[in-house]
Structure formats: structure tokens, C-alpha cells
């Protein structure tokens, strides 16, 4: 009996669970029914497909896309498409079939640029793009599409039209701008074709179309040039279909390249390296370099030169030998090895001679194991780089201090003639502001006018780079007339009498101290048949047919002998000879 009881009452329950469940089926049909009455879908959009329809089933066409009728999803349950362009855009119309449906697409024109908006038919380019062509400055980026002369369209991507657009006048981008491969037309009435980039560009922008099969359009293409230390081979294989942007690979360390490079081997060793057969670069032992760039590549080189700023000779299918650095360098670190026997030029730098310094290179540079340091030309000078002597140095003797009574001799400053050191610096040079010969140089020469104040100025004179007083000495024509041990100040000088003559260069001292005046001159009296005047530091030669006697300032006109060998003035003679009566 339990048993029937529990059959029964089971029975019961699924008698009751089946009525439920096809109520619930009807109430959920009539919701369906409902709100499928229900679904609005608005211009422009598209219906997914989804089972049971409602509003958040009608989704916004793609960007640049549109849809020629509303969707339907009552009368037309299968998922719908937006296959038109919208104005402003370009590309391949859509398919509206709910099997092989599929949505436009499209690219947008350029910034400024507009397109015609299509329903139907195509497909369309960025050459498709256009502005109107009043009131804009018209370039070799647009053309003139026949039967549109008041519009300018954008050239196909990676042409250029041969001239400037004109209004009203059709035209085509008959060439290819740099950067881009395909076909150029001349002037046959139509536009470039392009087919990728050209060798020594890679893609950085993809086509626009690229991901759809068997692509040929350019449209969006960017090919920029492989920049320089980088390389990369261009892709010839279906550019227009390449779905990724190109990355151009960099050389190797130590190696650089050109622009536009298409191989690893157009990477070629920096100066001072060498390649190895590792598609690698190593550097070369100090102070050799190769003569000519060596490609990166399996192929290993030397460095047969030598170095700029390093001496020694070049090597034949060796590495040059360095002996230590050139002229106008110096050695600013030693070898590593530096010594007496070293010939290890590694480690080796050599600098070059700063502008305003000057050295002479060491011609054994392997064996000197200090640092060296140029010498600052003297003065405030000026040099070249590279100066190898103070020969070389321009210095500021009298150019910043006009009064400092030194001049330029040798490279460095030296006191003029006249003058004397008296400063510290000494030696026959003056002293800067400072006291030392860093600077221009500014005073520390003494006038020998000064220090004997009483001689006459022109009287007296030094040579240049005088050390001291005792320099200071008569000027030619000039002899002292001052006693012996008198005071600087006292000491004088005058000129030579007329008839005499005086050499000059008498010390006007006999030692660098005080009351040491030379003792008083005579000056010498001048030959026969000579003269001078006054002040003279030599005598001259009396002219042909005049005389003079000993100490003359002047020469006469000779005299001529009689017959007894007298001396007879010519004057005279004259009258005795017409007072002889002719004889006949």
C-alpha cells in the first residue's frame, strides 16, 4: 500500500510541475512577443542579432559608417549591417547579406578635407577627398578632377602633382614623392600608382586597407627613412598588406650607418674600431685607426693608420706601431708600461696643445710616465691649438695698456728701447697688474729719460730687453758732459760740436747704484777732407773736387798749382791767363 501511495503521489507532482511549466512558457513567449513589439531601432544604427530583441540591441554604426534603413529586428530577425560611407570618409562599401554581411570600411580624409557620402558603389580613396578650392593657397598635394573645377582633391597617397594646382584646370600627381615605390605616369592623364616603399624607407603607418585580403590600396601608407645607425630591408613582398608597423634594427655597438641603410653591412666601424668576424666592432690598440671604414660582418680588419694626434708608422697587413704622440700633442696619460724600454703604446692619451698654450711633444713618448701640462703662452698671449713653441704666442704687450712701455719679441713681451726692467718680473721684460707675466702686461719698464732725468731725452736710449739702469747709455751724436760718480739725476749729455763726431753708446753708469755717473766725454775731431755737423755720430767724405781741413764742419772748393807747384785759386789763374798777350 505505501508503495501505490508514493507512485501516486509522484504521478500527481509531475502532472502539476508540466501544467507549470508550459504556463510559464506561454507568459514568457507573450513578454517576448511584447517587447519585440516594442524594438525601435534608429537611423544609422544596426541590429546584432541577439535572440529576444530590445533596444540595447540596436548599436551605432562604426564611425564613417551608415545604414541605408533603419533595422528591423520583427521583420527582419537576422543581424543587420551599415555598408554605406559617410561624407568625410573613404573606403569599401559594406555588404548588407545576414550570411555574408559585413560593415563599410573606411578611413578618414584628412584634417579639412571632405568626401562625397555613398551608399553604393565604390570602393574610394583618400584621393577621393576634397576642399573647396576658392580661398586657399593651391600646391603640388592636390589636383583638379575633371568635371569638378571649382574643388581640389588630395593626391593619392605618396604622389605629387608636377606643379601647383590650378583652379578649373584638370591635373593629375603624376609623380611619387620621395620615400615611395610604384609607377609614375609623366603626363598620360593619370596619378602615380604606388605600390609600397622605396629602398632605405620602412612603414611606419600601415595602409589604411591593409588587413583586407589581397589589398592595393596606398591609401595612409607613411614611409619614413631608416634614420641614420640603423638599417633596414625594405619590404617588396605585398607592402600594401603589411598589418604592422616596421621597425628599422640599430647597428651594432660601435658602428654607425647613413639614412636610408638597408643591411647590417652598410653599418661600418667608428674611428678608432675594428671589425671582427662576429658582425661585432673591437676597439683598435691605442693610437691606430683604420684607413678606411670596415663594414660590420664576418670579416675580420686591422687598423693600419695612425691616429690622428698619435706618431708612429703605419702597418702593412698589421696594426700600425705607436711611438707616442704627434706634434702639437701632449701626452695627458701616460702609458700603461710607461718606463725607460716600453714600446706598449697602451693606455697612451694624447691630447692636443689647448689654443693659447704651446709644447713641445716629447719625441720618446712610450717612456714618460707623467702627465705633461702646456705653458700658458706669456702676457695674456693668443695661439692656435696646437702651437709647439711660445714662438707661436701673440702676447699683450701694449694692446690692453698703451703706456706700458713694452713690445712683442719672440712670443713673449720684452721692454722697448729707451726703457729698462725695473719690476719684478725682471729679466728685460715688464710685470702685469700682478706683478707677474700672466696677464697683459701693464707696467715694470723705466724710461731711461726718467731715471736721468737731467740729460737731454734725445740723448739717451737703451736696447730692448734691458735688464737695468746700466743699459741706459749716450745716443749717437750724444756724449757725456757730467763729472764722473755723479747722481742719476745729475748726469748730462750734449750733442758732438760741429766738426766732430761721437759713436754713442756710453753707459751713462758704471754700476747699478747710486752716484756712479760715467766720467765726461770727448768727442772725436773729424779727418781732413771730411765734415759733420752737429750732433753727428760719424763724419762724411768731403764731395768730389771740395776739401776741408781737420775738424771742418763744412768742405770747400779745391785750389789748383802753379808752375813752382804753389797753389793757385782757380779764380786767379783765370785772370793771369787773360792778361798773357796773344801771340801771333
Not at 695698456?401 to 719679441?409: T, V
Request: glycine share 10%; aromatic share 6%; net charge negative.
Amino acid at each position: 500500500m505505501k508503495t501505490v501511495q508514493v507512485s501516486r503521489r509522484s504521478a500527481s507532482y509531475r502532472r502539476r510541475l508540466l501544467a507549470a511549466g508550459a504556463l510559464s512558457a506561454v507568459v514568457a513567449l507573450s513578454h517576448v512577443d511584447s517587447a519585440a513589439a516594442k524594438v525601435t531601432c534608429a537611423v544609422d544604427t544596426y541590429y546584432n542579432g541577439a535572440p529576444f530583441p530590445t533596444n540595447d540591441d540596436c548599436d551605432p554604426c562604426p564611425t564613417g559608417t551608415s545604414a541605408a534603413v533603419a533595422p528591423n529586428p520583427i521583420s527582419s530577425p537576422g543581424p543587420t549591417y551599415c555598408e554605406g560611407i559617410l561624407a568625410g570618409y573613404y573606403g569599401t562599401i559594406g555588404v548588407t547579406g545576414a550570411s555574408t554581411g559585413k560593415h563599410a570600411v573606411v578611413a578618414q580624409c584628412p584634417s579639412g578635407w571632405t568626401s562625397t557620402a555613398i551608399a553604393t558603389g565604390g570602393p574610394t580613396t583618400i584621393a577621393d577627398c576634397f576642399k573647396a578650392a576658392s580661398g586657399i593657397t593651391l600646391d603640388t598635394t592636390m589636383y583638379v578632377k575633371s568635371g569638378d573645377p571649382t574643388n581640389v582633391y588630395y593626391c593619392p597617397t605618396g604622389t605629387v602633382n608636377t606643379a601647383n594646382a590650378v583652379t578649373g584646370t584638370v591635373s593629375f600627381c603624376s609623380s611619387l614623392k620621395p620615400g615611395y615605390a610604384g609607377t609614375t605616369t609623366g603626363t598620360t592623364g593619370s596619378h602615380a600608382s604606388v605600390s609600397g616603399c622605396a629602398s632605405g624607407y620602412y612603414i611606419a603607418t600601415t595602409a589604411d586597407f591593409a588587413a583586407q585580403s589581397s589589398n592595393s590600396d596606398a591609401s595612409g601608407l607613411v614611409c619614413t627613412e631608416v634614420p641614420a645607425n640603423k638599417y633596414f630591408t625594405t619590404t617588396t613582398s605585398n607592402p600594401l598588406q603589411v598589418t604592422s608597423v616596421e621597425t628599422p634594427s640599430a647597428c651594432p655597438s660601435d658602428s654607425n650607418s647613413q639614412a636610408g641603410s638597408t643591411a647590417q653591412s652598410d653599418c661600418k666601424c667608428d674611428a678608432g674600431y675594428k671589425a671582427t668576424n662576429s658582425n661585432t666592432c673591437t676597439a683598435c690598440p691605442t693610437g691606430t685607426d683604420w684607413t678606411t671604414a670596415p663594414s660590420v660582418g664576418t670579416t675580420a680588419t686591422l687598423c693600419e693608420g695612425v691616429k690622428t694626434g698619435f706618431a708612429g708608422s703605419p702597418g702593412s697587413g698589421t696594426d700600425a706601431t705607436i711611438t707616442g704622440c704627434a706634434s702639437g700633442y701632449y701626452i695627458s696619460n701616460p702609458a700603461d708600461t710607461a718606463g725607460s724600454a716600453n714600446t706598449n703604446a697602451n693606455g697612451l692619451a694624447c691630447t692636443e696643445v689647448q689654443a693659447g698654450k704651446y709644447y713641445t711633444t716629447a719625441t720618446l713618448g712610450l717612456t714618460v710616465s707623467s702627465p705633461e701640462s702646456p705653458n700658458a703662452c706669456p702676457y695674456a698671449g693668443t695661439s692656435a691649438a696646437g702651437s709647439t713653441a711660445i714662438t707661436d704666442c701673440t702676447p699683450d704687450c701694449s694692446t690692453t695698456n698703451q703706456n706700458s712701455g713694452a713690445e712683442a719679441l719672440a712670443g713673449t713681451c720684452v721692454c722697448s728701447a729707451g726703457t729698462y726692467s725695473s719690476g719684478t718680473v725682471g729679466s728685460g721684460k715688464p710685470d702685469d697688474a700682478s706683478n707677474s707675466d700672466a696677464a697683459a702686461a701693464q707696467d715694470g719698464c723705466t724710461k731711461c729719460s726718467t731715471t736721468f732725468s737731467g740729460a737731454t731725452a734725445a740723448g739717451i736710449t737703451s736696447a730692448r730687453s734691458s735688464t737695468d739702469k746700466t743699459a741706459c747709455e749716450t745716443a749717437p751724436g750724444y756724449i757725456i758732459t757730467s763729472a764722473v760718480g755723479a747722481a742719476d739725476g745729475s748726469i748730462t749729455v750734449a750733442k758732438a760740436a760741429a766738426g766732430k763726431y761721437a759713436a754713442g753708446g756710453t753707459s751713462l753708469v758704471t754700476a747699478n747704484a747710486a752716484t756712479s755717473g760715467t766720467a765726461a766725454e770727448t768727442a772725436s775731431t773729424c779727418a781732413a777732407n771730411t765734415y759733420s755737423a752737429a750732433g753727428a755720430a760719424s763724419c762724411t767724405a768731403c764731395p768730389t773736387g771740395q776739401t776741408s781741413a781737420a775738424g771742418a764742419s763744412a768742405c770747400a772748393a779745391s785750389p789748383t798749382a802753379d808752375s813752382a807747384g804753389a797753389s793757385t785759386p782757380i779764380a786767379v789763374a783765370l785772370a793771369a791767363a787773360a792778361a798773357v798777350p796773344l801771340l801771333l
